[in-house]
């Protein structure tokens, strides 16, 4: 169960059970929660490591449950994939955030925002239309908006994958390939994929100081991705080490808990 403090500071307590989406009476109650606006977007800075500029912001999805409270997206992404309601929470995340980069824009703060496309919605055919007709009706430029793709979400359909990504970037839209180093992708797929930008999944970052094989890994990561032409975002940097590594490293961009949890984009701290 997720904890909400007044800062807008979250924390998940670990408590398994009552997050279990059959405690939660599944997609009925889901449904409920698109529809009476339940279902919020936290927005997690990244940062310009070179400038230590904010570069962006990731959108994460979070339910506020009348009843059990802030329930993390772990619990309820899969339970929404396999009801069939990815397809309007996809819809509902990107058009919050695509609003709240408008926002953003008016205020003079021009923000990337990313938002996470699931398997299931790169794969039913209707990404492309959903993100033309939200950008249209948002009025933001295909540029202020990134696309983050699991790497065994692509992996699941690798050609597809592909057509989607090009399409979408033939548009301007950004695209990233999320949790890179944990879905076995081939480098030929790698090689092919019409995407901007490689983050690192945060298992990769922890433990830098004792584990060397993890230095090295990322270390690898950052070259491979700047070898193809791509920036190359770490995930999940959440000490000073972990920061001062991946400047030497060359890391582009670096997002984590040191930099700033996911927040209500009111609560984001400005530069
Ligand atoms: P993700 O895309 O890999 O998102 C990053 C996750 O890492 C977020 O968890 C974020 O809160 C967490 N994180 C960020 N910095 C740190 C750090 O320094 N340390 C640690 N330990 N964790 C950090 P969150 O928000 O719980 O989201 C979990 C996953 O749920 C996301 O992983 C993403 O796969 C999925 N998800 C979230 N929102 C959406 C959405 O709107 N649509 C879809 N399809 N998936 C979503
Ligand atoms: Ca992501
Ligand atoms: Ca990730
Ligand atoms: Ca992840």
Same mark, same amino acid.
């Given at each position: 169960?997720?904890?909400?403090?007044?800062?807008?500071?979250?924390? &998940?307590?670990? @408590?398994? @059970?009552?997050?279990? #989406?059959?405690?939660?009476?599944?997609?009925?109650?889901?449904?409920?929660?698109?529809?009476?606006?339940?279902?919020?977007?936290?927005?997690?800075?990244?940062?310009?490591? /070179?400038?230590?500029?904010?570069?962006?912001?990731?959108?994460?999805? /979070?339910?506020?449950?009348?009843?059990?409270?802030?329930?993390? #997206?772990?619990?309820?992404?899969?339970?929404?994939?396999?009801?069939?309601?990815?397809?309007?929470?996809?819809?509902?995340?990107?058009?919050?955030?695509?609003?709240?980069?408008? %926002?953003?824009?008016?205020?003079?703060?021009?923000?990337?925002?990313?938002?996470?496309?699931?398997?299931?919605?790169?794969?039913?055919?209707?990404?492309?239309?959903?993100?033309?007709?939200?950008?249209?009706?948002?009025?933001?430029?295909?540029?202020?908006?990134?696309?983050?793709?699991?790497?065994?979400?692509?992996?699941?359909? #690798?050609?597809?994958?592909?057509?989607?990504?090009?399409?979408?970037?033939?548009?301007?839209?950004?695209?990233?390939?999320?949790?890179?180093?944990?879905? &076995?992708?081939?480098?030929? &797929?790698? /090689? @092919?994929?019409?995407?901007?930008?490689?983050?690192?999944? /945060?298992?990769?970052?922890? !433990?830098?100081?004792?584990?060397? %094989?993890?230095?090295?890994?990322?270390?690898?990561?950052? !070259?491979?991705?700047?070898?193809?032409?791509?920036?190359?975002?770490?995930?999940?940097?959440?000490?000073?080490?972990?920061?001062?590594?991946?400047?030497?490293?060359?890391?582009?961009?670096?997002?984590? &808990?040191?930099?700033?949890? #996911?927040?209500?984009?009111? @609560?984001?701290?400005?530069?």
């Amino acid at each position: 169960r997720a904890k909400q403090h007044g800062t807008g500071v979250e924390t &998940y307590e670990a @408590d398994a @059970d009552l997050n279990r #989406p059959e405690r939660l009476g599944y997609g009925g109650a889901l449904r409920e929660a698109l529809d009476c606006g339940q279902l919020q977007v936290h927005y997690q800075p990244k940062r310009d490591l /070179r400038t230590g500029e904010l570069a962006g912001v990731e959108a994460l999805a /979070r339910w506020q449950h009348p009843t059990q409270g802030l329930i993390p #997206p772990d619990s309820f992404i899969p339970l929404a994939e396999q009801t069939g309601l990815i397809r309007p929470l996809t819809a509902h995340v990107l058009a919050a955030a695509l609003e709240q980069a408008a %926002r953003w824009a008016a205020a003079g703060l021009r923000l990337h925002v990313a938002v996470n496309v699931s398997a299931r919605s790169l794969h039913d055919g209707s990404l492309v239309d959903e993100v033309v007709q939200q950008l249209e009706q948002t009025r933001t430029p295909a540029s202020a908006l990134e696309l983050e793709l699991t790497e065994s979400a692509v992996m699941s359909n #690798p050609e597809q994958a592909m057509a989607v990504a090009a399409r979408l970037r033939e548009l301007g839209v950004r695209m990233a390939l999320d949790d890179f180093g944990t879905g &076995y992708s081939s480098l030929a &797929y790698l /090689r @092919d994929l019409p995407v901007d930008v490689l983050k690192i999944d /945060r298992s990769f970052l922890q !433990d830098l100081s004792t584990n060397c %094989r993890n230095v090295s890994i990322v270390r690898s990561v950052i !070259d491979l991705g700047h070898n193809l032409g791509m920036r190359v975002v770490a995930e999940g940097v959440e000490t000073p080490e972990a920061l001062d590594l991946l400047q030497d490293l060359g890391c582009d961009q670096g997002q984590g &808990y040191l930099f700033g949890r #996911p927040v209500p984009a009111a @609560d984001l701290v400005h530069p």
